[in-house]
């Protein structure tokens, strides 16, 4: 096994260390470096919480870009489940870069009989954040209102 060691990205050697094990112990198996390399995989999914009600969001939708410079690309749109839950990359390769959640928290609230204003304070909210390990998870809480959001780096 063969690791390179780059300095200035503080952490980014373990990224190395642990794709070159996937690899080393793929080939010895006979799957390409190819299939080898696409089993590296890292998550990311939210958990999202109604403040006015103090229940899981159930039914807001959710949608995952990856943003390269000014260019966002949709990845996934999913709808939070009864948990107040929903995976929008999972088992699959997840590249390092700059990711967007775009929460859609007028809708949900309207759906609600929620009062948001006309246009609403919170239309969709946009949340974005950075992936710095290909095999990593990555979860990005969310509680809301109409009115407020907050959010922070889950576990």
Not at 11 to 27: E, K, Q, T
Not at 59 to 82: D, P, Q
Not at 141 to 147: A, L, Q, R, S
Request: glycine fraction near 10%.
């Amino acid at each position: 096994m063969s690791s390179v060691i780059v300095p200035g990205r503080h952490g980014f050697w373990r990224v190395i260390v642990a794709c070159a094990a996937v690899v080393a112990a793929s080939l010895s198996s006979g799957e390409s470096r190819a299939q080898a390399a696409l089993r590296v995989n890292g998550d990311i999914n939210t958990h999202v919480l109604n403040a006015v009600s103090g229940q899981p969001a159930a039914g807001m939708v959710v949608e995952l870009y990856s943003v390269e410079g000014e260019t966002s690309r949709r990845l996934s749109r999913e709808t939070i489940n009864a948990e107040g839950r929903a995976d929008l990359w999972l088992g699959r390769p997840l590249a390092v870069g700059r990711y967007e959640l775009r929460f859609q928290v007028a809708d949900y609230f309207r759906k609600q009989g929620v009062q948001t204003g006309d246009p609403p304070y919170l239309d969709y909210v946009p949340v974005r954040f950075s992936v710095d390990t290909p095999n990593g998870h990555y979860q990005v809480p969310f509680i809301c209102t109409p009115w407020f959001y907050s959010t922070y780096r889950g576990s």
